[in-house]
């Protein structure tokens, strides 16, 4: 079993960043690729970013590319999300993920254990 916690989440001004962190247990960490999405108030959840097991491979939304980035700290079982240039549109629960496969995946369904989720609001 793998357990997933995020943190990280809270209250910031557009402009503004925050960072987000994944901590997880339970497997190899480095076995596998991870991913960040989120899910805004009556909206479905949507991909955000994902990383190869190795770290070599990223992939956005374009939404937030150029914006947001994902790296991972396999020393620490850790993965993060750095949200800079925060938008009002950027509002929601995210949630990391983990894929039992090495590579990266858009789909939600490919994910295969997920944290709880973090608030992260943004202010006009």
């Known amino acids: 079993q793998v357990q997933l916690v995020e943190s990280g989440g809270g209250l910031v001004q557009a402009g503004g960043s925050l960072r987000l962190s994944c901590a997880a247990s339970?497997?190899?960490?480095?076995?596998?690729?991870m991913g960040w999405f989120r899910q805004a108030p009556g909206k479905e959840r949507e991909f955000v970013a994902a990383?190869?097991?190795?770290?070599?491979?990223?992939t956005y939304a374009e939404s937030v590319k150029g914006r947001f980035t994902i790296s991972r700290d396999n020393a620490k079982n850790t993965v993060y999300l750095q949200m800079n240039s925060l938008k009002p549109e950027d509002t929601a629960v995210y949630y990391c993920?983990?894929?039992?496969?090495?590579?990266?995946?858009?789909?939600?369904?490919?994910?295969?254990?997920w944290g709880q989720g973090t608030q992260v609001t943004v202010s006009s």
């Open positions: 339970g497997r190899t960490f480095n076995n596998y690729a």
């Open positions: 993920a983990l894929r039992l496969y090495s590579v990266t995946s858009r789909y939600s369904s490919a994910y295969d254990y």
């Open positions: 990383i190869s097991s190795g770290g070599h491979s990223t």
